[in-house]
């Protein structure tokens, strides 16, 4: 078995493999070696991003190469300004839309889903924040989001989605399109 680490090869005897963590301990090393993010394996071209030591255990004799999928800090940076970027753009199509069926004091199951996925992108968000050293928190607007669902106060969420949630998603896409310019990165 081959372990394609960048320009380097390792040949691993599969018979000495007593377990998976033998191998990712090779790669673990790697990835720490040269300040890489680990983000899956490719194990004889086919991408895999979790259950990693299974699928090495449960295919060791069929697996002729595994190489990890890997990207630099910068690289995770930049995909994550992007995908956040783009959450807010996507969002800001459909926001108006929700904020009327709130307002319309009988929102559909469909839109009570939206409301759902909306308050994931915003923990989402938040988690994202985090790593990026950004303050992109929304602890105050789910707290009371949380307060309006729990009070089944229609009109109240579709005012925190209008006047607090569309302008700071304005902002948001507005500020990062200029980071992602300004870092030289472009879609």
């Known amino acids: ?3 394609l680490l960048r320009e380097q090869e390792l040949m691993i005897d599969i018979s ?9 301990s090779v790669i673990e090393s790697f990835v720490t070696k040269n300040s ?18 299974n699928v090495i ?16 800090e910068d690289q995770l940076r930049h995909e994550t300004l992007e995908s956040v970027r783009d959450y807010t753009v996507r969002s800001l199509v459909i926001l108006p839309a929700l904020v009327e069926e709130f307002y319309s004091g009988a929102p559909s199951e ?8 909306l308050i994931e992108g915003l923990q989402w968000i938040q988690k994202a924040s985090e790593y990026l050293n950004n303050n ?12 309006a669902i729990r009070q089944h106060d229609t009109v ?12 700071r ?18 879609r």
């Not at 890489?36 to 030591?53: Q, R, S, T, W």
């Not at 304005?170 to 500020?175: A, S």
Request: glycine share 6%; charged share 25%.
């Open 1 to 3: 078995m081959k372990i």
């Open 16 to 24: 000495k493999i007593e377990n998976a963590s033998n191998v990712l």
């Open 36 to 53: 890489l993010v680990f983000c899956g394996l490719k194990i004889n071209g086919e991408e895999i991003y979790d259950h990693f030591e």
């Open 57 to 72: 255990m449960n295919n060791l004799d069929r697996i002729d190469t595994i190489e990890p999928i890997v990207i630099t």
């Open 110 to 117: 469909n839109t009570w889903l939206q409301l759902g996925q």
């Open 136 to 147: 992109l928190t929304f602890t105050q607007e789910l707290e009371t989001l949380d307060q």
């Open 156 to 167: 109240m969420i579709g005012d925190i989605i209008e006047y607090e949630l569309i302008p």
């Open 169 to 186: 998603f304005e902002v948001i896409q507005k500020n990062l399109e200029g980071i992602v310019r300004d870092e030289g990165f472009k």
